[in-house]
């Protein structure tokens, strides 16, 4: 299906076959694809996020009814295709006819769920591809068989998942995949700590699921330089952050040393960058990340 590039979005393009990273060397990461200007999580994001210029993508996974890995966020249908079906309850077949584009613009009339099969066949070489999985450990026997045949190198696979059981038999079956425990926080406003979980329960999180590294949630007043410090002291050599969608939020994270930021705005957040990290007068945001992983 064509995309429809702007002018500054081309030779912003043109400007990043020279430039392989961003210019502080941290990846950035497509958030379910370039979803923030095509549907999320279809082929159509992955396809406009490596026009963008983005050094990976994210997509999340689940299993349909007869065990097939598809890419979708929720656990139905119903917010981007407007008919409710459960994915686990639902054979590929079914999914399939589904149309889980046009809800962003009638031009994406086409697009389908894809298979992770699909979707690791059009990652470019050279990038890399964050596998989000959305279930338990039920998915990591089809995974482990699907990435035997993946086209990308398993050295540019990165799986990440909330789900402590489904790190773990990763960590146990994929051992030479890079697997990334994600997480969240709460704040509680009427007893201390503030915010849940505190570094010192990610770190033994992290010990026992045996995970390379954290994606965490943008949250600043959550994850700050002084959680980051203690995450290190424990151990901890590798995090990204999610979803970052404000440049003075990115350049904070940044300068914490980051592995990949991911945004639903690669392109435009790689220009923003570009000045920001250049202007040190202009102060970091302290507000939460957008959307979620």
Same mark, same amino acid.
């Given at each position: 299906?064509?995309?429809?590039?702007?002018?500054?979005?081309?030779?912003?393009?043109?400007?990043?076959?020279?430039?392989?990273?961003?210019?502080?060397?941290?990846?950035?990461?497509?958030?379910?694809?370039?979803?923030?200007?095509?549907?999320?999580?279809?082929?159509?994001?992955? =396809?406009?996020?490596?026009?963008?210029?983005?050094?990976?993508?994210?997509?999340?996974?689940?299993?349909?009814?007869?065990?097939?890995?598809?890419?979708?966020?929720?656990?139905?249908?119903?917010?981007?295709?407007?008919?409710?079906?459960?994915?686990?309850?639902?054979?590929?077949?079914?999914?399939?006819?589904?149309?889980?584009?046009?809800?962003?613009?009638?031009?994406?009339?086409?697009?389908?769920?894809?298979?992770?099969?699909? $979707?690791?066949?059009?990652?470019?070489?050279?990038?890399?591809?964050?596998?989000?999985?959305?279930?338990?450990?039920?998915?990591?026997?089809?995974?482990?068989?699907?990435?035997?045949?993946?086209?990308?190198?398993?050295?540019?696979? $990165?799986?990440?998942?909330?789900?402590?059981?489904?790190?773990?038999?990763?960590?146990?079956?994929?051992?030479?995949?890079?697997?990334?425990?994600?997480?969240?926080?709460?704040?509680?406003?009427?007893?201390?700590?503030?915010?849940?979980?505190?570094?010192?329960?990610?770190?033994?999180?992290?010990?026992?699921?045996?995970?390379?590294?954290?994606?965490?949630?943008?949250?600043?007043?959550?994850?700050?330089?002084?959680?980051?410090?203690?995450?290190?002291?424990?151990?901890?050599?590798?995090?990204?952050?999610?979803?970052? =969608?404000?440049?003075?939020?990115?350049?904070?994270?940044?300068?914490?040393?980051?592995?990949?930021?991911?945004?639903?705005?690669?392109?435009?957040?790689?220009?923003?960058?570009?000045?920001?990290?250049?202007?040190?007068?202009?102060?970091?945001?302290?507000?939460?990340?957008?959307?979620?992983?």
């Amino acid at each position: 299906m064509p995309i429809r590039l702007t002018y500054e979005t081309v030779a912003l393009a043109i400007a990043l076959g020279v430039i392989s990273m961003s210019a502080s060397g941290q990846m950035i990461v497509a958030h379910r694809g370039a979803s923030f200007d095509a549907p999320e999580n279809t082929l159509a994001a992955f =396809d406009l996020a490596w026009q963008q210029g983005a050094d990976g993508a994210e997509g999340d996974f689940h299993l349909s009814s007869d065990g097939h890995i598809v890419c979708i966020h929720d656990h139905d249908t119903k917010r981007t295709a407007g008919e409710k079906l459960v994915v686990a309850e639902t054979p590929l077949a079914e999914l399939q006819k589904l149309d889980v584009g046009s809800w962003k613009d009638p031009k994406y009339a086409d697009e389908r769920i894809a298979t992770l099969d699909q $979707v690791l066949k059009s990652v470019p070489e050279g990038k890399r591809f964050f596998i989000e999985l959305k279930t338990g450990p039920e998915i990591v026997a089809p995974l482990k068989k699907a990435l035997e045949d993946s086209p990308v190198p398993l050295d540019n696979l $990165v799986i990440i998942a909330f789900d402590e059981e489904a790190v773990a038999e990763c960590k146990r079956e994929i051992p030479d995949v890079k697997v990334h425990w994600l997480t969240g926080y709460k704040e509680s406003k009427v007893k201390m700590p503030r915010w849940s979980p505190v570094p010192a329960k990610i770190a033994s999180t992290l010990k026992a699921t045996s995970a390379d590294g954290l994606g965490s949630q943008a949250n600043r007043r959550a994850f700050d330089a002084v959680a980051i410090e203690k995450l290190r002291e424990a151990g901890l050599k590798e995090f990204h952050v999610w979803t970052v =969608d404000d440049p003075a939020l990115a350049k904070f994270y940044i300068e914490q040393g980051v592995w990949s930021i991911t945004t639903n705005r690669p392109a435009w957040l790689r220009e923003q960058l570009a000045g920001a990290l250049g202007d040190a007068s202009k102060p970091a945001s302290d507000g939460n990340s957008t959307g979620g992983n």
